[in-house]
């Protein structure tokens, strides 16, 4: 059973980058079997979908959130990265690292979520 | 604003059953398979349908999901109190190449 978690600062400065890692374990993220997201949920809110890349690097983005956002893959470290330019307080949210099925196209496994908040 | 629309609340007695809708369009239900999934407080969200009607492993077949053309939902018979939760409808997006998900349905057991 793949397993995912999340790494990075709980807290962020308004206008400043948010920065997470997940570090994927029990399988490769070279594998073409899943594409790799990250989804939020701001508190009492419900659940957004932010990106996703596939190992052969391609990305995709929600239109909402494209041009602060960037995804990344790091396939020697097993790991995928999350980084959210110029965050407000509207940013505040748990995120989590997941996993799409490419052939289902669910969301298959979940990090456990981290609570990131955005203040001063 | 969520791209899927599901009711807010949804509730019933112990034994009941209880349906949650989701509905969408054509790039999204229209085209792809629906997936439920079950939120306990402070916890992620755990697969519980897959591909309209399929239910991994573990999941009990008190549950059921069901779709026809834009719409989706998901049936709860026999209801019980650790079914207390929060319930969101997902589905892939052609237009977008990602997910989109219902604003989820808080269920109360009476």
């Known amino acids: 059973q793949l397993q995912l978690q999340e790494s990075g600062p709980r807290l962020v400065k308004p206008s400043e980058t948010l920065s997470l890692t997940c570090t994927v374990s029990?399988?490769?993220?070279?594998?073409?079997?899943?594409?790799w997201a990250w989804i939020r949920q701001p508190p009492g809110k419900g659940l957004e979908w932010i990106g996703s890349?596939?190992?052969?690097?391609?990305?995709y983005y929600n239109p909402s959130l494209k041009r602060r956002v960037t995804i990344s893959v790091d396939t020697s470290k097993n790991q995928f990265s999350l980084r959210l330019s110029s965050v407000t307080a509207a940013d505040t949210a748990v995120y989590y690292c997941a996993a799409i099925s490419s052939s289902r196209l669910t969301v298959q496994h979940w990090g456990q979520g981290t609570l990131v908040t955005v203040s001063s | 604003q969520s791209v899927l629309t599901q009711p807010p609340s949804a509730s019933g007695t112990p034994g009941q059953r209880v349906t949650i809708s989701c509905s969408g369009s054509s790039s999204n239900i229209g085209s792809n398979t629906v997936n439920w999934y079950q939120q306990l407080p402070g916890t992620a969200p755990k697969l519980l349908i897959y591909?309209?009607?399929q239910r991994p492993s573990g999941v009990p077949d008190r549950f059921f999901g069901s779709k026809s053309g834009t719409s989706a939902s998901l049936a709860i018979s026999g209801l019980q109190s650790e079914d207390e939760a929060d319930y969101y409808c997902a589905a892939w997006d052609d237009s977008l190449n990602g997910v989109v998900f219902g604003g989820g349905t808080k269920l109360t057991v009476l």
């Open positions: 591909s309209n009607n």
């Open positions: 029990r399988g490769s993220i070279s594998r073409s079997s899943y594409y």
């Open positions: 890349i596939y190992y052969s690097g391609d990305t």
